[in-house]
């Protein structure tokens, strides 16, 4: 006869089954932590035959994760076939032949090392988008007969066959856009171009890829918008990241509400070395380093920007100088605006303060090595913070902070609930889920950065700018973003970087340069669309 001055024996035996279970709860979520979900769920990259399938869904039931176990989140997104577009590139230094790269033409050096190295065999396992770039365009011989050499390589990934069509070089880009057998034009020039070629290109019938930043100046900005808006043309700004493989897990993420609300997201930037700071192509004595060659039109390069006599350092660091570039926000920040913006659609800012200044690079520049920039977005309850450095290279990550869990977001993704959290009070309590691991963790790219060759590159793919792991193959972003320009121009529809995405990011750099410059706040009055 059981005592009524304790619990029954089915009680006790309840208890201890929901105490066993509790515990292999613990046990396995803290088992789970770093392990990639994709290595867990559906795309067998890590051996999964420790986990009990069972337990696995019904941990990702509780939180309501079963979307992120759709193998389909992991595809790759293959092109559509369509007719062949003749393209022509205008610019062609680094990020030119990055992007010929990207649209299955290498140069035979690189060709030779990435054989070499073991990297060809993905690059031969890129789409064959049909296309042939017919047009090479540059201010500078050496970088012309380099584009020339590219656009006229034979090899080709997917299957694809070399259709030997005639290339021709251009030392103006008016010459290009005049020419009829050019359907397309890639913009890879210093920023202070990026507008007006891209308008003039919309106006000669041309669609467009340009690189970032999107403009320097308001009224050009102002006047891409309505070029393209009133065209049927094909527009996309050069970011990426929206490719990545991690970027499928956290939108997914963000639609389901795992991180509750989001009031604060904070981005930055660390490098610490002089290329990194954009000091290049120079000697410690400022002198031109071996294959700086002269014929440059410097006039054609200068383009409406202010008269400058000719610059060595002005030719390949115009970073540093605000007649080209708008220093660390268009160059860095433009990419962390448009991981925000195309995750949460947080649009042009209210309000922005920018502050910093040149501590550590003592030369001739005008950008500034420290910027904190900070932007006010009071109807959607949220702010976003910018913060970069060129004088340290200590990682500091994208975080998205929610008032359930938190977000870190580059190459790799991780997701750390709060301790706090009402929503996983319950969870937390019984031991499902522990704050002090990560709760969601996807990396895949594992610990290495593949076919980096400096650390701009490798800060550039440790925040997922370069390349992603798909079902276990390497697949360069940009083919990937360009793929899906082509797509819409041959079958319709709106790219990722459209100019809605790209008028959003061009207003909120402009309006960040504007008080860093200035020195003072900054506002974006909706009505008259413009900063004041």
Same mark, same amino acid.
């Given at each position: 006869?059981?005592?009524?001055?304790?619990?029954?024996?089915? @009680?006790?035996?309840?208890?201890?089954?929901?105490?066993?279970?509790?515990?292999?709860?613990?046990?396995?979520?803290?088992?789970?932590?770093?392990?990639?979900?994709?290595?867990?769920?559906?795309?067998?990259?890590?051996?999964?035959?420790?986990?009990?399938?069972?337990?696995?869904?019904?941990?990702?039931?509780?939180?309501?994760?079963?979307?992120?176990?759709?193998?389909?989140?992991?595809?790759?997104?293959?092109?559509?076939?369509?007719?062949?577009?003749?393209?022509?590139?205008?610019?062609?230094?680094?990020? /030119?032949?990055?992007?010929? %790269?990207?649209?299955?033409?290498?140069?035979?050096?690189?060709?030779?090392?990435?054989?070499?190295?073991?990297?060809?065999?993905?690059?031969?396992?890129?789409?064959?988008?049909?296309?042939?770039?017919?047009?090479?365009?540059?201010?500078?011989?050496?970088?012309?007969?380099?584009?020339?050499?590219?656009?006229?390589?034979?090899?080709?990934?997917?299957?694809?066959?070399?259709? %030997?069509?005639?290339?021709?070089?251009?030392?103006?880009?008016?010459?290009?856009?005049?020419?009829?057998?050019?359907?397309?034009?890639?913009?890879?020039?210093?920023?202070?171009?990026?507008?007006?070629?891209?308008?003039?290109?919309?106006?000669?019938?041309?669609?467009?890829?340009?690189?970032?930043?999107?403009?320097?100046?308001?009224?050009?900005?102002?006047?891409?918008?309505?070029?393209?808006?009133?065209?049927?043309?094909?527009?996309?700004?050069?970011?990426?990241?929206? %490719?990545?493989?991690?970027?499928?897990?956290? %939108?997914?993420?963000?639609?389901? $509400?795992?991180?509750?609300?989001?009031?604060?997201?904070?981005?930055?930037?660390?490098?610490?070395?002089?290329?990194?700071?954009?000091?290049?192509?120079? $000697?410690?004595?400022?002198?031109?380093?071996?294959?700086?060659?002269?014929?440059?039109?410097?006039?054609?390069?200068?383009?409406?920007?202010?008269?400058?006599?000719?610059? #060595?350092?002005?030719?390949?660091?115009?970073?540093?100088?605000?007649?080209?570039?708008?220093?660390?926000?268009?160059?860095?920040?433009?990419?962390?605006?448009?991981?925000?913006?195309?995750?949460?659609?947080?649009?042009?800012?209210?309000? #922005?303060?920018?502050?910093? /200044?040149?501590?550590?690079?003592?030369?001739?520049?005008?950008? &500034? @090595?420290?910027?904190?920039?900070?932007?006010?977005?009071?109807?959607?309850?949220?702010?976003?913070?910018?913060?970069?450095?060129?004088?340290?290279?200590?990682?500091?990550?994208?975080?998205?902070?929610?008032? $359930?869990?938190?977000?870190?977001?580059?190459?790799?993704? #991780?997701?750390?609930?709060?301790?706090?959290?009402?929503?996983?009070?319950?969870?937390?309590?019984?031991?499902?889920? $522990?704050?002090?691991?990560?709760?969601?963790?996807?990396?895949?790219?594992?610990?290495?950065?593949?076919?980096?060759?400096?650390?701009?590159?490798?800060?550039?793919?440790?925040? /997922?700018?370069?390349?992603?792991?798909?079902?276990?193959?390497?697949?360069?972003?940009?083919?990937?973003?360009?793929?899906?320009?082509? @797509?819409?121009?041959?079958?319709?529809?709106?790219?990722?970087?459209?100019?809605?995405?790209?008028?959003?990011?061009?207003? &909120?750099?402009?309006?960040?340069?504007?008080?860093?410059?200035?020195?003072?706040?900054?506002?974006?009055?909706?009505?008259?669309?413009?900063?004041?």
């Amino acid at each position: 006869m059981a005592s009524d001055n304790g619990p029954k024996k089915s @009680d006790r035996d309840k208890d201890r089954v929901e105490n066993s279970i509790s515990k292999q709860r613990r046990s396995l979520i803290k088992a789970l932590a770093g392990i990639p979900i994709v290595g867990l769920f559906g795309l067998s990259l890590f051996e999964k035959r420790a986990y009990d399938k069972r337990n696995n869904n019904r941990i990702f039931k509780e939180l309501g994760l079963e979307s992120l176990q759709d193998p389909n989140l992991g595809e790759i997104e293959s092109a559509r076939k369509g007719e062949l577009l003749r393209i022509g590139i205008i610019g062609w230094g680094v990020r /030119g032949g990055q992007l010929s %790269k990207a649209l299955g033409f290498l140069h035979p050096d690189e060709e030779n090392s990435m054989r070499e190295n073991g990297r060809l065999e993905d690059w031969l396992m890129q789409d064959d988008l049909n296309v042939a770039i017919t047009g090479v365009c540059d201010v500078f011989d050496l970088h012309a007969e380099k584009g020339l050499a590219i656009a006229g390589s034979e090899l080709r990934p997917g299957g694809g066959k070399s259709l %030997k069509l005639p290339v021709k070089r251009y030392r103006r880009y008016q010459e290009m856009l005049a020419d009829k057998d050019i359907d397309a034009v890639v913009v890879t020039t210093p920023d202070h171009h990026h507008a007006r070629i891209s308008i003039d290109a919309i106006k000669a019938g041309k669609h467009v890829y340009c690189e970032k930043s999107v403009s320097l100046s308001e009224s050009e900005l102002n006047e891409l918008y309505a070029t393209v808006k009133s065209s049927d043309r094909v527009y996309q700004l050069g970011h990426q990241y929206v %490719k990545n493989s991690i970027f499928k897990y956290a %939108k997914e993420i963000i639609n389901k $509400d795992i991180l509750g609300d989001i009031t604060l997201v904070e981005t930055t930037t660390n490098r610490n070395s002089e290329n990194g700071a954009w000091i290049r192509h120079l $000697d410690k004595d400022g002198n031109p380093r071996p294959g700086s060659e002269k014929s440059i039109d410097w006039e054609q390069w200068l383009g409406n920007a202010p008269k400058a006599p000719f610059s #060595v350092d002005r030719f390949y660091n115009w970073t540093k100088w605000f007649d080209y570039d708008t220093g660390l926000i268009g160059q860095l920040f433009s990419h962390e605006f448009d991981a925000v913006n195309q995750l949460l659609r947080i649009g042009i800012p209210a309000s #922005v303060v920018s502050s910093g /200044g040149i501590y550590h690079w003592k030369d001739n520049r005008e950008m &500034a @090595d420290m910027l904190q920039c900070v932007f006010e977005y009071p109807d959607k309850d949220m702010t976003l913070l910018y913060s970069g450095n060129l004088a340290s290279s200590l990682p500091r990550g994208r975080v998205f902070l929610g008032n $359930d869990a938190s977000m870190e977001l580059g190459a790799s993704l #991780v997701v750390h609930a709060d301790g706090n959290s009402k929503k996983y009070a319950e969870n937390i309590k019984n031991g499902l889920v $522990d704050p002090s691991i990560p709760m969601i963790t996807f990396d895949p790219n594992g610990s290495s950065v593949d076919g980096v060759s400096s650390a701009t590159e490798s800060y550039y793919a440790s925040r /997922g700018l370069i390349g992603t792991n798909i079902n276990g193959r390497n697949v360069d972003t940009s083919h990937l973003h360009l793929a899906e320009w082509i @797509d819409c121009i041959r079958h319709g529809g709106e790219p990722s970087a459209n100019i809605e995405r790209a008028y959003e990011e061009g207003i &909120a750099a402009l309006m960040a340069h504007r008080s860093y410059v200035e020195k003072r706040r900054v506002e974006w009055d909706p009505i008259q669309r413009k900063i004041v």
